[in-house]
């Protein structure tokens, strides 16, 4: 085998190998077997190995899969991740305000949901289901915080 073909063949390897991963852990978060879907995202990030689409998605999936096992500050961490290379994305800073909110970090929750409502509203055409939740989450953050600074109890 010629050192082309060699290359070749490891090329697509290598990108084929994450998208298989990534879709096995899709099909278990589908299924309802976080813990799976975790592990698929898992090994995607692990044979990427640096910031690439597969990376990224991963992150996004398994925060979400964080948040439906009620793991809230797992998914805070995965949510910053995905952040990090994706800091236009209004749905990742609604998701991590949301996940702020489930840690009862309301004033981060705040901050995160300011900056989803922000960058919504600068798009041509603001997804209106996006930008409701955004709201949303920011207005339970708002009562959280007055129900704590009067003391009061829900």
């Not at 690439?52 to 009620?70: C, H, M």
Request: hydrophobic share 35%; glycine share 4%; with cysteine.
């Amino acid at each position: 085998m010629t050192v082309k073909k060699v290359l070749r063949r490891f090329a697509a390897v290598t990108t084929e190998i994450p998208r298989i991963h990534y879709r096995e852990g899709l099909e278990s978060g589908f299924m309802g077997d976080y813990e799976s879907a975790i592990e698929s995202f898992d090994r995607v990030n692990y044979i990427t190995v640096g910031s690439s689409f597969w990376t990224s998605q991963s992150q996004f999936f398994k925060a979400e899969a964080y948040s439906r096992l009620n793991q809230h500050d797992k998914a805070v961490e995965e949510y910053k991740k995905f952040l990090e290379d994706n800091k236009k994305s209004t749905k990742g800073w609604n998701n991590l305000g949301a996940s702020y909110l489930d840690c009862n970090k309301n004033d981060e929750a705040i901050r995160c949901l300011d900056t989803a409502i922000e960058l919504e509203l600068q798009t041509k055409n603001p997804d209106e289901v996006i930008l409701e939740s955004a709201l949303t989450n920011k207005a339970d953050a708002l009562i959280e915080n007055y129900y704590i600074t009067e003391g009061l109890e829900k």
